[in-house]
């Protein structure tokens, strides 16, 4: 029966693989009527629910493949991602342990629950299984970046940078293990990957987003040794060719940044019912790449604190249940937040960048909360964006020109929330300010909080907490200046940038 199972499956696996869904789901539905105690098509009907955006019904096709198969632990895999999604962070945590334990020792599986694990924020539990996974015969290109990655994320960076190496060598097309590599630390001229990037580019690239992250990686090592002109003709190559491949239209992120200065007024927050007392979490909230890490670094270095990360547990929230009733709201995210593993007892951080959306619905829902606006200069800041390869997120950061309109969108909205939020709930900070300043500008931050000072705050570099974010090793040096001004090297370039910004601002 078995093999009858896995020779009808294969077709179902086929059609997911090349992004027919529909084919998948129906051909696991009939599996599902020919053979009800096979566990494989409910696991690939939650991963279809998943693509789908449809967490509810992936964790009931994932509880149905649990069922019929207690051992299977790619069941338990799916099931664990589901409960991650949902926020279910404890529950998602057991199903990972136990769907571990029965992975006996399977690259793959092992692998995957190392995935798993990063979702979670247990990165060292992580690397544990990465390592496992890791050392089988023959190595793999792509368990072996994963290690990298997550040795990069808890500061193990000479060791991330072997890895990829490693996986480099095994596959000269793990596309991704040059752009991490590229980030691990500041290339030289004598010591970096462009020679190997440029061979690979002439001897054609396997796929369009491999492309994409190979020359967001030959820009950042090109900056790096100052070769400024090629370093931007990689940068928008990159951005060019991902920008290519999704449907994106920037004007309706603006109408939704504009109805929200619409409805969430001064009036209409002041009126909202009463919303949940019980927690008093620090929001660090701006565009990525604008000093939000540095920011939390600095916070989460003091002892009353510590950092969630970019949690994303608002957001679900408020998807979920709207902010009819902010009590709701607001217990339904502190419970999420508890659940995550790097959160302690006392105050925590959730640094989730676009937060910036939520500021209002966030001190409706939880009047405690401080809110932390991280500002940088806005060529600076556009262009750190546009620099950077975020895969699936913030699509407005691929085309200068949609940079600058959703940039003075941004700008109106934390306007509107410096108008509408109180001096006490919402506080507004420059990255050029913590720069030049930084000592002041964090005992003005932690006077916010009403935390006492800690000299240990301006030793953020040393912690050893993980850091998960792109800025996860520049975090790990001393505050530096280099990056204030930075556009200037590339001011031709981005001239039309600062034109369109200086029309709109």
Sequence with gaps: MQAAIASAFAPARAAFSQGDLATAEKICVQIANDFPLAAEPWSLLTETALRRGRPDAAIVCAGKAVALNRRDPTARMMQAKCLTIMGRLSEAYEAAETGAGLADGAPMALDGFGAIFSMLGDHRRAIDLFEIAANAEPPSAQILYNLAAAQRMVGRLTQAERNCDEAIACDPHCYPAYYLCADLREQSAERNHIAEMEALLRRGIRHGQGEVMLRYAMGKEYEDIGDYARA????????????????????????????????????????????????DPIFIVGLPRSGTSLAERIVASHSAVSSAGELGAFPAALRRLGVTDPAALGQAYSEAARQYRGVSAGRFIDKFPGNYLNAGAIHAALPRAKIIAIRRDPTDSCFALYKAHFAGNYPFSYDLGELAAYYAAFDRLMAHWKTVLSPEAFLEVAYEDIVADAAGQSRAILTFLGLPWEDEVLRFHESKNPATTASAVQVRRPIYASSVGKWRHYAEQLAPLRARLDALL
């Design 232 to 279: 931007f003709h990689h940068i928008a190559a990159g951005a060019g060719l991902h920008r290519r491949t999704i449907r994106y239209s920037v004007q309706d992120d603006i109408a939704a940044i504009d109805r929200i200065i619409q409805t969430q007024t001064r009036a209409v927050l002041t009126s909202a019912s009463k919303g949940h007392e019980g927690d």
